[in-house]
């Protein structure tokens, strides 16, 4: 049977942890996977989370099953935090595993509802964006987000991409921090974004994985929460895993905002019925952390407090590297973890091989992966082999 199967290229971004990893060079740097490092470059567990993970050792009778829908007092917790004010009974959402389940979990939704439905989805995004859609069966419609070479956001081919579109269509729009390039819609992007959605009936469906990492987790999500404000109907793929640093935990929610009470009764079922078949059961350390760090008033503040000198950090480095290389002042407009540099593969290959310049192979760095002490070497690295 599986003499049929061709072979498969392994996920270029994590091969990068592989590839870096090898490298002797003490002086190599890692702008590769998007994962936060502190100042000792280590991707810490946080103190918050240490804590409720003790807690949680010493508290936990049972480990005995939850449902498919996952822990409904976690995702009760996450609502404020997303969406600020709840919006009542219209909203609904599941636990899921990562981000990603819970992209999945919204893209076989959408299949479910409407087979093949077209998914407006902006260049560059995340990699797996595409193959998760794809996988569920949807239909993408690419646009130009974002300019590489002018290092500006194309909200002109955004809105005619709306224009286009209609009622069955999707459209996904990273909620903060784009993965790879930075570039968030400001507060009138968003505005045009939402008249457009609800003009044309368009649903949105974000994809928000990074809250707090970029200007703060209220000024994270003031863009999907002006969507949400006035809105019909959306989904929002939610993602734990970099906000409390759970990556290997897999911690995530699916989001819906149905028509009314009922409709979200029925959204849930059926988001409830595809957890059934993909994953059964989502897994529950992770949400069990979050949960704990919610509950408790000190490990709520504990958290965002760290949180909040997370990404201070990223906007020091970010800081350092426009300062270090004028060509470079781009960077401080963008948010989160992730900026693309317009830059060729034989470059980005000679950083590799010649400075130990890790970052992939679209030219998106890690801007987390860097030290502010660092931006003087990487920027000489960059002038070394020719950059731009
Ligand atoms: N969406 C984006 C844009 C991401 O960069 C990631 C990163 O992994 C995810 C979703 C998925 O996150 P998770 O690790 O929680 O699945
Ligand atoms: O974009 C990144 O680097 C992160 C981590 O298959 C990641 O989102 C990368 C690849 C992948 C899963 C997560």
Redesign the pocket.
């Known amino acids: 049977m599986f003499e049929s199967l061709a072979d498969q290229p392994p996920d270029a971004l994590l091969a990068l942890i592989g590839l870096h990893r090898a490298d002797p060079r003490p002086t190599k740097l890692d702008l590769g996977v998007?994962v936060y490092r502190d100042e000792t470059g280590v991707t810490p567990i946080m103190a918050a989370v240490r804590e409720a993970e003790r807690i949680l050792l010493d508290t936990r009778t049972t480990k005995s099953y939850l449902g498919p829908e996952g822990d409904p007092v976690f995702v009760d917790l996450l609502k404020p935090i997303v969406f600020g004010v709840d919006p009542g009974p219209r909203l609904l959402g599941v636990q899921t595993?990562?981000?990603?389940?819970?992209?999945r979990l919204g893209a076989e939704l959408i299949a479910a509802a409407r087979p093949g439905a077209r998914v407006l989805i902006g260049t560059p995004?995340?990699p797996?964006?595409a193959p998760i859609f794809t996988a569920a069966g949807l239909t993408l419609v690419p646009h130009r987000f974002f300019d590489v070479a002018g290092q500006r956001l194309d909200i002109d081919a955004l809105a005619a991409a709306l224009e286009s579109a209609g009622p069955g269509d999707v459209v996904l729009l990273?909620g903060c921090c784009?993965?790879p390039t930075g570039g968030d819609l400001d507060r009138a992007a968003w505005a045009r974004v939402a008249a457009l959605v609800r003009a044309r009936g368009i649903l949105p469906f974000v994809?928000l994985?990074?809250q707090g990492l970029g200007e703060g987790l209220d000024e994270d999500a003031a863009g999907v929460r002006a969507l949400f404000a006035d809105l019909g109907e959306g989904l929002v793929?939610y993602?734990?895993?970099?906000n409390f640093g759970l990556?290997r935990d897999?911690?995530?929610a699916l989001f819906g905002l149905a028509a009314t009470p009922a409709a979200a009764e029925v959204m849930r079922s059926n988001m409830i019925a595809l957890a059934r078949v993909n994953w059964s059961m989502p897994p529950d350390h992770g949400a069990a952390i979050v949960r704990t760090v919610l509950e408790s008033a000190t490990l709520t503040s504990l958290w965002r407090d760290e949180l909040l000198r997370m990404g201070t950090r990223v906007r020091a480095v970010r800081a350092a590297l426009a300062a270090a290389d004028p060509r470079l002042a781009f960077l401080t407009t963008q948010h989160g973890m992730f900026s693309t540099l317009p830059i060729d593969p034989a470059r980005i290959a000679a950083l590799r091989a010649d400075h130990g310049v890790y970052m992939a192979g679209s030219g998106r760095i890690n801007v987390a992966g860097l030290q502010v002490g660092d931006a003087p070497a990487f920027v000489a690295a960059l002038a070394a082999v020719g950059w731009s």
Do not use: E, Q
């Not at 595993?97 to 992209?103: K, M, Q, S, V, Y």
């Not at 993602?239 to 970099?242: F, M, V």
């Open positions: 998007g595993p990562g981000g990603t389940g819970a992209l995004t995340w797996n964006h990273h784009h993965n994809d994985a990074y793929a993602s734990c895993d970099k990556y897999r911690v995530g």
